[in-house]
C-alpha cells in the first residue's frame, strides 16, 4: 500500500469545469510535490510545498491553483483548463525539502480534458 | 538547469538476460542519483539511489553505477524476471543546492518469458 494516496484516479472535465485533485500522505512528510506527466516527455515539476507554505512555483499556469492546509494533505484546484493539460498528475512528498531527499510518488490522477 | 538524457527509451531482454539503461547529465555539481519504476497504473516507485561519494551500489537484483568524471549513471538489472517490465526513470537533482529533480524520458523495459 502506497504511503502517498491521490483521488480521484481518473476525472474527465470540460474546459469550463471546475474540479480539485486531492492528495494525501500517511509517512510523516513535510514537503509535497505536484508533477505533471505527459506522454514520452519525463516529468514536469509544478509545485513544492514544505510546512505548507510554497517554496516553488514553476511557471505554471494560473489555471492550476495549489493548495497545502496542512503537512499530510495537498489539493491541486482546476480550472479552465486546456485540452493540453491532459495528462497523469502525480504528487510526490519526502522527508524535507532538501538535497539528497528521496521523494515517494503516489499512483496519480489521469485527467482528460474534453 | 540540469539536463538528463536516457538511453535507450525502448528495452526488450530475455527473461534471465541483464538490462542496462545508462543516463548522461550536465550539471558536474549533481550529488544524487535516484531511479524509478513505474509499473501500469501505478506512480514512479524509488527502487534504488545513489550518492556521489560512491562509485556503485547493489540491492539484490538491482545496481547503480555512477561515473562521475564522464557524468553518466547506469541501471543495472541482472537475471530479468517478467516483473521487471516497466517504465524505467533516471533522475538528477539541477545542481549541488538544489532540491529540484531533473528526470530522464524513461525507458520502457519488457523482459519476455
Known amino acids: 500500500e502506497t504511503g502517498v494516496t491521490q483521488t480521484p484516479r481518473h476525472l474527465v472535465m470540460g474546459m469550463t469545469n471546475k474540479k480539485s485533485l486531492k492528495c494525501e500522505q500517511h509517512l510523516g512528510h513535510n514537503a509535497m510535490y505536484w508533477y505533471k506527466q505527459s506522454a514520452k516527455k519525463p516529468l514536469e515539476l509544478m509545485f513544492v510545498y514544505s510546512l505548507e507554505e510554497r517554496v516553488e512555483n514553476n511557471s505554471v499556469p494560473s489555471r492550476f491553483s495549489p493548495e497545502c492546509p496542512n503537512s499530510s494533505h495537498l489539493f491541486l484546484h482546476l480550472h479552465t483548463l486546456q485540452p493540453e493539460d491532459s495528462a497523469l498528475y502525480l504528487c510526490?512528498?519526502?522527508?524535507?525539502?532538501?538535497?539528497?531527499?528521496?521523494?515517494?510518488f503516489g499512483d496519480g490522477t489521469r485527467l482528460s480534458i474534453l | 538547469g540540469e539536463n538528463v538524457e536516457q538511453h535507450p527509451s525502448t528495452l526488450s531482454v530475455q527473461e534471465g538476460d541483464s538490462a542496462v539503461i545508462k543516463c548522461t547529465y550536465s550539471?558536474?555539481?549533481?550529488?544524487?542519483f535516484p531511479w524509478y519504476k513505474q509499473e501500469l497504473g501505478k506512480g514512479p516507485q524509488l527502487i534504488i539511489d545513489?550518492?556521489?561519494?560512491?562509485g556503485e551500489k547493489k540491492d539484490q537484483r538491482i545496481a547503480v553505477t555512477l561515473n562521475k568524471t564522464a557524468k553518466h549513471f547506469s541501471l543495472h538489472i541482472t537475471e530479468t524476471q517478467p516483473e521487471d517490465s516497466a517504465v524505467y526513470f533516471c533522475a538528477a537533482p539541477r545542481g549541488s543546492n538544489d532540491y529540484k529533480l531533473s528526470f530522464g524520458a524513461g525507458t520502457t523495459v519488457t523482459v519476455r518469458a
Open positions: 510526490a512528498s519526502s522527508q524535507e525539502v532538501g538535497l539528497n531527499q528521496p521523494q515517494h
Open positions: 550539471d558536474s555539481a549533481s550529488n544524487y
Open positions: 545513489i550518492r556521489s561519494n560512491v
